[in-house]
Structure formats: C-alpha cells, structure tokens
C-alpha cells in the first residue's frame, strides 16, 4: 500500500504562487508514476502535470504549461508542484496520486492511478 498526504494548497491572488507538496509513505518502490490531478465543483477531475519516477519524464496538460512544475524528492519520498502565474481558472481541489501500473501512452488519465491522496484546495481570486 502507499499512502499520500497533500500540504501546501491556500488563496491567493491572480498571478501569484504557490507549492504543493505531496508526502509519499508505504511501498514506494512500487510506484512507476505519480502526478497532480485538479477537480472544480461540478467539473471531472482531470490531470495537471505526471512524472515517470524512473526517469523522470514529465507531462503537462496544455493550460497550465509554462506555468507549473512537477518535481520529486527522492531522499525525503515528496512529489512537488510549482504553481507561477495562477488564474481564477486554477481554483480548483488539488489531488496527489500515484500508480503502480505501467501508464506511459496516458499519464494524465486518472484512470491509470490507483493511490490517492486527501487533496488540498487552491482558490486563485481575481
């Protein structure tokens, strides 16, 4: 089992920053990918940004390129997202998952992810 515990989500205003840590915990040398997932009220949750913990091959979804950045800490098991530049449209809860299963082709497809954390809530006003 892995277990995953989000930290860092809060307000701010339009065009400002924030960081999003995610601790990783259990039987983490079974986790091929991990990544962040945001859901809006009344929206699917829909993939941000993945990164392959073999390679560190990252993927992003088309709104927020340029402006976040996944990262891992691999001597403290935390997965990172930078947040720069946020818009009203980033508001949203913010998801750490992670998966044991090979999801090279898809890996923003929440459907490949099989661990979950308890989300932390991201409100960007204008």
């Known amino acids: 089992q892995v277990q995953l515990v989000e930290s860092g989500g809060g307000s701010v205003q339009a065009g400002g920053s924030l960081r999003l840590s995610c601790a990783v915990s259990?039987?983490?040398?079974?986790?091929?990918?991990m990544g962040w997932f945001r859901q809006a009220p009344g929206t699917e949750r829909e993939g941000v940004a993945a990164?392959?913990?073999?390679?560190?091959?990252?993927n992003y979804a088309d709104s927020v390129k340029a402006r976040f950045t996944i990262s891992q800490d691999n001597t403290k098991n935390t997965l990172y997202l930078q947040m720069n530049s946020l818009k009203p449209e980033d508001t949203a809860m913010y998801y750490c998952?992670?998966?044991?299963?090979?999801?090279?082709?898809?890996?923003?497809?929440?459907?490949?992810?099989?661990?979950w954390g308890q989300g932390t809530q991201v409100t960007v006003s204008s």
């Open positions: 998952a992670a998966t044991s299963r090979w999801v090279g082709s898809r890996p923003l497809s929440r459907q490949g992810y099989n661990y």
């Open positions: 259990g039987y983490t040398s079974s986790i091929h990918y």
């Open positions: 990164i392959w913990t073999g390679g560190g091959v990252t």
